[in-house]
């Protein structure tokens, strides 16, 4: 990164230092967290280990994080399973950034992994056990693998991606097709590898086939339709808003306007851009959770990083600093229920500029949420409730 003095490094270093260190300690005090999703993950396993019995967390399943997650929880208890999560993050930061740059520019990711760690969304949604950065770690390995042409292990990588979210095949795809080789690689030889990876990764996928008689209704997924296509666009474009920044959106569209010329001279750019839409894509289908976005927050912050301008560089960072602790909403969202338990239906919006407490406090306070989903005063739900490991002696 040209024009940054060594203090200024210094300081970025020792802000990043703390950010990964605070994750570290929220990994061990965050609990089973507050997706719905983590509890029927831990029962995928739970129910395997029992029985053998074959069961699905969500429409598809998630096989490999439901092992894996189930697993940790199981044996060792949430702080195993929060601290892997975010460990993917970090590592499949690293990973990505390697796929595009070279081992000599080692000291320069860390301006990358500031950009990346500030973001709320990317932060405080990998500090529990879902499986958002399990996808992508291996995503980003996969990629990285295929970057430096061995392609085996890239499939092994990619499928294991698709293996915990079936939509990273068109991630998985895209990355195939676009990726500039230093040495030109055949299309046929592309698809191969992409095909090659489809069947790895569709194993995982074969038990819930079998369990729906060899029909394909599995593939799918539960979208917020209520409101309809108005409400489904009205969600795409207020969560892209908050997931990019409520401070640093219109500077980070601005700042891409005006770089237009400057988007053409990086490498692999088309990439990028088609990673980043069909991120996009996807989200537009189902716009529910922030974290569906997340391969498309470190495509962004990539892009900046890589357009090499430090004000904007700081100014992204700080705005998402302060969305830590303050939230500015331009609009209140009005639910069914507003009970902490109760699903959050939206029926209405009105426009009300008002300051909210930010992500770390939401983070803090969603660590009750579990209690939604557990029921009874058994030793499993006590164990639930404190964080321990599920495995009852």
């Known amino acids: 990164m040209k024009h940054i003095s060594n203090n200024e490094k210094l300081f970025i270093n020792i802000l990043l230092f703390l950010i990964i260190i605070i994750g570290i300690y ?5 609990g089973y967290g507050s997706d719905e999703d983590t509890l029927p ?6 129910t395997k280990l029992a029985s053998g019995r074959f069961v699905s967390s969500r429409f598809t399943g998630n096989p490999v994080a439901e092992l894996g997650i189930g697993f940790l929880s199981y044996f060792f208890g949430s702080w195993a399973a929060n601290l892997l999560t975010y460990l993917f993050l970090l590592l499949g930061l690293v ?10 520019f080692f000291k320069e990711i860390n301006i990358f992994l500031f ?6 969304i990317l932060f ?7 499986d958002y950065s399990w996808a992508f770690f291996f995503f980003s390995l996969g990629f990285l693998f295929l970057s430096k042409n061995f392609f085996e292990l890239a499939i092994l990588f990619f499928g294991l991606s698709i293996g915990v979210r079936i939509n990273y095949t068109l991630f998985v795809l895209i990355t195939i097709l676009f990726f500039e080789f230093s040495s030109p690689i055949s ?21 819930v086939w079998f369990d729906n008689s060899f029909n394909l209704s599995w593939l799918t997924a539960g979208r917020p339709t209520d409101q309809g296509p108005v409400g489904l666009l009205a969600r795409f474009i207020y969560k892209s808003y908050i997931a990019l920044g409520y401070i640093s959106f219109f500077i980070i569209i601005y700042y891409f306007y005006k770089s237009f010329n400057l988007l053409k001279k990086i490498k692999n750019i088309r990439l990028l851009i088609a990673l980043g839409f069909s991120n996009l894509i996807i989200f537009l289908w189902i716009p529910a959770e922030f974290s569906y976005l997340q391969l498309f927050l470190v495509i962004i912050n990539f892009i900046i990083f890589k357009l090499n301008n430090k004000k904007i560089i700081y100014f992204i960072c700080v705005g998402n600093l302060i969305s830590w602790f303050i939230f500015v909403s331009p609009i ?62």
């Open 26 to 30: 929220f990994c061990f005090i965050g």
């Open 41 to 46: 993950m831990i029962y995928v396993f739970e």
């Open 95 to 104: 990973a990505f950034y390697f796929s595009f740059e070279k081992i000599k």
């Open 115 to 120: 950009l990346s760690l500030t973001s709320p």
């Open 124 to 130: 405080f949604d990998n500090l529990e056990p879902v």
């Open 187 to 207: 299309f046929t030889r592309r698809i191969t590898i992409f095909l090659s990876t489809f069947i790895m990764g569709g194993l995982f996928y074969l038990p």
């Open 332 to 393: 209140n969202v009005n639910y069914v229920n507003n009970e902490m338990c109760a699903p959050k239906n939206a029926v209405s919006i009105d426009m009300d500029f008002k300051i909210e407490k930010g992500f770390y406090f939401k983070y803090l306070s969603s660590r009750e949420k579990i209690k939604c989903w557990v029921h009874g005063n058994s030793e499993r739900s006590n164990r639930i409730l404190s964080g321990k490991a599920l495995k009852v002696d």
